[in-house]
Structure formats: structure tokens, C-alpha cells
């Protein structure tokens, strides 16, 4: 699939579920409504979508959420969806904020899965409930443990976020790479109507100015087609990456979409355009209509996000939440 700015589309994150167990103050409102269960893709419908666009060139998947291990019966998609890889799939991944990690580690990896990424802000027990508004640090930390021992690589996801963790980054650096795990800094996006979120953000490269006092960073040429650029540092040898959609977007190379757990194809995370791929999926058994419909969608690929957080624009640019399309 080549989208009109000659970008090869090869990367799929799928939000299983808009559910989660934790309501992160970045992420979600407190009293957040999640969609009725009757509205979601059921598991097979995922399985059947995931395998077109790996039919249409697709090589990485990861699943995504709001929580996806919290979705009943998921291990059955990453048993489906593992046993295509060397098939045309190439990775199955997944993202996860580690609450129930200790108990699917070993079936994550037995389907397949060889890396998750963890999101993790705080090493700080009371800061964590307070982010996560309910989240167990000690649960998260021993599903980490449980992740690597099951020979998961784990990479660290943490949103830096002014005046509440941005003093911890340096600790969390070493914590990762001293565990062998790589630690990704993320700028907090403008999605969802939550609050404080111009107080929260944290500018990256001030933070990698700040770092640089201390660690020597070396750029790595390794790319995920994604946001992110990577360093390797001196001090530990570990990799530390920023994604900053706010400062500098790297659209260019934009290899990806997003599909929600209802189904919508979502070209872009920072654009409202999307495609309803659930009725075209309900429509018929045969694929050909869901074959035309990623086409056509892929073809409306926008060139790249127009993020901004503005003290003098306080709405959100997007109006739907992380959690629905699946960060
Ligand atoms: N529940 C899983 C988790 O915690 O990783 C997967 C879904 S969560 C929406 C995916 C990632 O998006 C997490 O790393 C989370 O911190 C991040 N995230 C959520 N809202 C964000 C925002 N507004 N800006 C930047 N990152 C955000």
C-alpha cells in the first residue's frame, strides 16, 4: 500500500478495547464513559481486518487500547494473529500499561510476541496512583519482572509531563537501562478534553538539553518509521528515544494507521478523517468491498498533524481521547 506521498504503509495498531483500568490524567477525564460492548469489533472481526491489511502488505501489528490485555479472551487474537508471522507478518507487538502483564507474559510469548512497550511515568508509588488515578505501581513493576523472564524486550513509555514527573527522567533513565531496557520520552498529545494540559507540557528538547549535562548522547540511526528518534547513551549503553509530535514531527516517513476498537481507520492520529471499515466489514463475507475501502482510505493518507497546544487555544485539537484510537 502507497499512500499519494509515495509512503509505504507496512505498520498497523489495532485498539482492541477503549477500556482501562487505570484513567491517566493525561490520557482520560476521571469519570470517563467508555463505549457499549455491543459497539466493538468482536474478536473475530479483528482477526479478519488485521488479516486483510496484512494482506495488503502490512508486516508489523501492534495492539493497542485502552488496555488491551483487560479485553476478555485477547489472548485468542494474539494466538490468531502469532501464528501469521513468517506468513507475510513479520512482528506482532503490543502496548501496555503492565497491570495485568504478570498473568499474560507467558502467553504473550508463546503466541509470538518478543517486545512490549510499557507505559510507565513514575517510579514513585504515590505519584503513580495520582497519574493513573487508581494504578499499583508494585502490579505494574512485578508484570515487568514477569515479562522478562519470559524473555520479553521491553521498551519504556513515559510521557513527560511538567512539574509531575519531569525531575524523575534521569532516575527512570538509569532504572530502564540498568533492568537492559530501552526508555522512550513522549510529549503529551492534545487529544481528549482533559485538564491541565497546557500546564503538563514538557517541550523535549529541554529535556534533552538537561540531559546532556549529564549523559552523553549519541545518535542512533535506528528508525521505526515512527515519530520517534533514538540516542544511544554513553554512560549505560542503553537507547533512550523522544517522540515529539509537538516540536518536530516526523510525518515524512509516516509508515502507519490506526484502526479503533469500532473499527474506524484513522490515517492519521493528530487528523479527524477517518473510514468506518465496520459496516463494509458487516456488509459482506467476501473481502473485496473491505479491500476497496482501505484502498480508497489509504488514499486520503493526509501529509502529516497539525498539533499544537496553545496557551490561548485551550481545546483539545482532537476531540477523541487516546484511549479510543489506540496510542
Ligand atoms: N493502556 C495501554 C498503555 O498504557 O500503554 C495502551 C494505550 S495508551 C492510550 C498508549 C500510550 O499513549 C501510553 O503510553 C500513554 O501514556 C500514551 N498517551 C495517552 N494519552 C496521551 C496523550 N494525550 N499524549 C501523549 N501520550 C499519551
Redesign the pocket.
Known amino acids: 500500500m502507497r499512500d499519494p506521498f509515495g509512503r509505504e504503509i507496512s505498520y498497523l495498531r489495532v485498539?482492541v478495547t477503549d477500556r482501562?483500568d487505570?484513567r491517566?490524567v493525561?490520557?482520560?477525564s476521571e469519570h470517563m464513559e467508555f463505549l457499549p460492548r455491543a459497539e466493538l469489533l468482536s474478536l473475530e472481526e479483528l482477526e479478519r481486518l488485521c488479516a486483510a491489511f496484512i494482506c495488503k502488505g502490512v508486516r508489523r501489528l501492534r495492539i493497542?487500547?485502552?488496555?488491551?490485555l483487560v479485553r476478555r479472551n485477547v489472548i485468542w487474537l494474539f494466538e490468531r494473529l502469532g501464528a501469521r508471522i513468517g506468513d507475510g507478518l513479520d512482528e506482532l507487538t503490543l502496548?501496555?500499561?503492565?497491570s495485568q502483564l504478570a498473568r499474560f507474559a507467558l502467553p504473550l510469548y508463546a503466541a509470538g510476541v518478543r517486545r512490549v512497550?510499557?507505559?510507565l511515568?513514575t517510579l514513585d508509588a504515590g505519584k503513580f496512583r495520582v497519574i493513573t488515578r487508581r494504578g499499583d505501581l508494585s502490579k505494574v513493576l512485578a508484570g515487568i519482572d514477569a515479562a522478562r523472564a519470559a524473555g520479553l524486550s521491553i521498551k519504556i513509555?513515559?510521557?513527560a509531563l511538567r512539574g509531575i514527573n519531569e525531575d524523575e527522567i534521569p532516575h527512570m533513565l538509569d532504572w530502564a537501562h540498568n533492568h537492559g531496557m530501552d526508555l522512550t520520552l513522549?510529549?503529551?498529545?492534545?487529544?481528549?478534553d482533559?485538564e491541565h494540559?497546557v500546564e503538563q507540557y514538557l517541550p523535549l528538547p529541554l529535556v534533552r538539553t538537561r540531559l546532556e549535562q549529564r549523559y552523553t548522547l549519541e545518535e542512533s540511526p535506528h528508525r521505526t518509521g515512527g515519530p520517534a528518534r533514538y540516542f544511544r547513551v554513553a554512560e549505560t549503553g542503553g537507547c533512550l528515544g523522544f517522540?515529539t509530535?509537538l516540536t518536530h514531527n516526523f510525518c515524512e516517513s509516516c509508515n502507519r494507521v490506526r484502526i479503533t476498537c469500532t473499527g474506524m481507520l484513522y490515517m492519521c492520529l493528530g487528523q479527524n478523517d477517518s473510514a468506518d471499515l465496520r459496516s463494509v466489514l458487516r456488509a459482506s463475507e467476501s473481502d473485496m468491498l473491505l479491500d476497496e475501502a482501505i484502498d480508497e482510505a489509504i488514499a486520503r493518507k493526509p501529509k502529516g498533524h497539525d498539533f499544537i497546544i496553545h496557551r490561548r487555544r485551550p481545546a483539545p485539537a482532537m476531540g477523541r481521547?487516546?484511549?479510543l484510537t489506540?496510542?
Open positions: 485498539s482501562c487505570f491517566c493525561y490520557c482520560m493497542t487500547g485502552g488496555e488491551p502496548t501496555t500499561n503492565g512497550n510499557v507505559s511515568d513509555n513515559m510521557v513522549i510529549e503529551t498529545m492534545p487529544m481528549g482533559v494540559r517522540i509530535p481521547h487516546m484511549s489506540g496510542g
